[in-house]
């Protein structure tokens, strides 16, 4: 492998004739050209996946990089599915740097299979849904019931504002798609709504139906764990 170009060199001045660009300087540029246009929560996973290729490939030279110099990367009992998106992200980036900013000749990740995931072959009962629900804070179950009842994702929910509300319809849009929506308000919505209006700093005190400082300190692995436990839990007998 070719040794770390100089940090300091920037990649829009980048010629045949200079050192061989690196990971480090194409995930730089990409972070700064590319991320902006993503949703914030799909930008803060693509970050976070960044962090994890620099540490592993980034004073490489991207160029001398071959199919098998990902093989130990993928080659793990544990954590699979995360190095497989990773390397999604490397490989729209490798993408950028050969079509658009002509530093490399070819995206080597285009030869490198990964595993894929096997899909979902079902969908959680009302029973799991409830136990799981039983298991979280009142304030994150109310944030599960806003979330089955309007069908929304997790940011979206946070995101609520009770201004959002006209009449009897909720009024958003949605942060990944773009898309508007006006989602009526039924009346087990409504009660939802009443029980985070109860909350502290849910109602005349706040903005939001949801704090979003605390929902986001329920991190998405405390989720995964509360679910795991709610699907292993015996059903309830009749």
Not at 1 to 20: F, I, Q, V
Not at 202 to 228: F, V
Request: contains cysteine.
């Amino acid at each position: 492998m070719s040794a770390a170009a100089p940090k300091s060199r920037r990649m829009d001045t980048y010629t045949p004739e200079t050192a061989p660009v690196t990971v480090n300087e194409i995930l730089d540029r990409y972070e700064k050209d590319c991320l902006k246009q993503l949703a914030p929560r799909t930008r803060a996973d693509y970050r976070r996946h960044i962090r994890h290729l620099k540490a592993r490939f980034g004073p490489l030279a991207a160029e001398h990089l071959k199919p098998k110099d990902f093989g130990p990367f993928l080659d793990v009992r544990k954590g699979r599915t995360h190095r497989v998106r990773a390397l999604a992200v490397l490989s729209a980036a490798f993408t950028q740097a050969v079509s658009y900013w002509y530093v490399l000749e070819r995206n080597v990740l285009r030869d490198v299979k990964r595993p894929k995931n096997p899909p979902r072959d079902r969908l959680v009962t009302p029973e799991e849904f409830i136990r799981c629900q039983s298991m979280a804070s009142k304030r994150v179950a109310l944030a599960m019931e806003l979330a089955l009842l309007t069908g929304q994702r997790q940011g979206d929910v946070i995101g609520f504002r009770w201004s959002d509300i006209h009449g009897m319809e909720l009024h958003l849009q949605q942060s990944k798609t773009g898309k508007r929506l006006a989602i009526g308000i039924t009346p087990r919505l409504e009660a939802a709504l009443d029980a985070c209006w109860q909350l502290k700093g849910g109602g005349c005190d706040g903005s939001a139906p949801c704090s979003s400082a605390t929902l986001r300190r329920t991190s998405s692995a405390a989720s995964r764990s509360s679910t795991r436990r709610a699907l292993r839990a015996p059903s309830a007998s009749p």
